[in-house]
């Protein structure tokens, strides 16, 4: 087995990384150039940004011309989903996947990630870079850090108190905590601004999307406020920021939680490394919007940079490579990845219920 190479940029999300000319990765990385598979899609991405745009519009719209009701319950429960498809394409422009201008990219990224649904586009990039080179490495992707949920058995063994508790029914939990993901990531975003570490270019940046995310929160908040009752207000945005979170979590989720991880210090090359750790989902065009084409996710982390559309081309591609490398290509229903993520965490938490022996 050859061993391929992290990716040359540092943010490892950027596209394929360039491994030795005979690794097995490089292989599988020219077949899918010549495929033309990692050209940039302008039209495609021209229609969703734009439909995108529309739909959210029309959903704030539809908040303002409905007043104080509560009825906009239902609009919120729109907006979250708006909110998430927004996330998704800010999610595309960190990767490059848009333009071929990474200014561009840029541009667009925070634009729908800072100012159109409040999260911190340039945190997000730095933990996203370090999930995309070391998906399921234990310390080293953050994904999967102690927090919350404990995804390794000795992250569940040194808890106590109440956080003993909520490992030891993080499987039941999982899907309500979830509700909180939105409020999370606000937080964790806003919190990543205070860090005056960096130079003196990456805090301008910071100042830029502090800038943006202050827009995004005053003009949200004065919306909400002006418009409904404050208990209406504080509904509405319990069930929009609350659906936002289940809807995201419910899309990321299935994509590595519950697959092999590996040790810090595990030597394993490029190819096996996100192929091995991911979970594709099975489904139509249906799927691939509602889940952003994250249910790609195999594909996707072979090619970072390959515009969404592409993705479902280029399964076969891989499949049939993996399958003549020996290599486990792991594809199933959204439902049965929930259920594979559920008993994950339900096993990780066995150590902290006595009424079993471990």
Not at 17 to 36: F, M, N, T
Not at 107 to 132: C, E, F, M, Q, T
Not at 327 to 351: K, M
Request: aromatic share 10%; net charge positive; hydrophobic share 45%.
């Amino acid at each position: 087995m050859n061993r391929g190479t992290d990716p040359a940029d540092p943010a490892g999300i950027t596209g394929p990384p360039p491994g030795s000319r005979g690794s097995d990765y490089a292989v599988l990385s020219r077949e899918v150039k010549q495929s033309g598979l990692l050209n940039r899609r302008p039209g495609y991405y021209s229609v969703k940004v734009g439909a995108n745009l529309l739909l959210l519009a029309a959903g704030w719209t539809a908040f303002a011309l409905i007043g104080e009701s509560w009825w906009q319950l239902l609009t919120a429960a729109f907006l979250a989903v708006m909110f998430t498809q927004t996330g998704f394409i800010g999610h595309d422009a960190g990767h490059h996947q848009i333009a071929a201008s990474k200014r561009v990219n840029n541009l667009i990224g925070r634009v729908h990630a800072d100012l159109l649904i409040g999260l911190s586009y340039g945190w997000w990039i730095a933990k996203h870079n370090r999930h995309h080179s070391h998906p399921n490495h234990v310390d080293r992707d953050p994904d999967i850090a102690d927090g919350a949920i404990a995804f390794t058995e000795d992250q569940a063994r040194v808890r106590s108190g109440a956080y003993a508790w909520l490992g030891r029914h993080q499987a039941w939990l999982f899907f309500p905590m979830l509700l909180l993901e939105g409020l999370a990531l606000h937080v964790a975003g806003v919190r990543a601004l205070f860090d005056r570490a960096g130079t003196r270019a990456s805090r301008l940046t910071k100042l830029s999307e502090a800038g943006l995310l202050t827009a995004h929160l005053v003009g949200y908040l004065a919306a909400v406020f002006l418009v409904l009752s404050p208990v209406q207000a504080l509904c509405f945005i319990a069930v929009h920021q609350g659906l936002f979170g289940l809807y995201m979590g419910c899309s990321f989720a299935p994509n590595h939680k519950g697959m092999p991880m590996f040790a810090k210090d595990a030597k394993i090359d490029f190819l096996r490394r996100q192929v091995l750790t991911s979970r594709n989902i099975r489904g139509h065009r249906v799927t691939d919007f509602a889940l952003g084409g994250l249910n790609y996710q195999i594909e996707h982390h072979l090619f970072p940079s390959m515009p969404r559309p592409s993705l479902r081309h280029a399964q076969e591609i891989v499949r049939t490579f993996c399958s003549r490398h020996g290599i486990a290509y792991h594809e199933t229903g959204l439902l049965d990845s929930y259920a594979q993520v559920l008993r994950h965490l339900h096993a990780v938490g066995g150590p902290l219920r006595p009424e079993l022996e471990y």
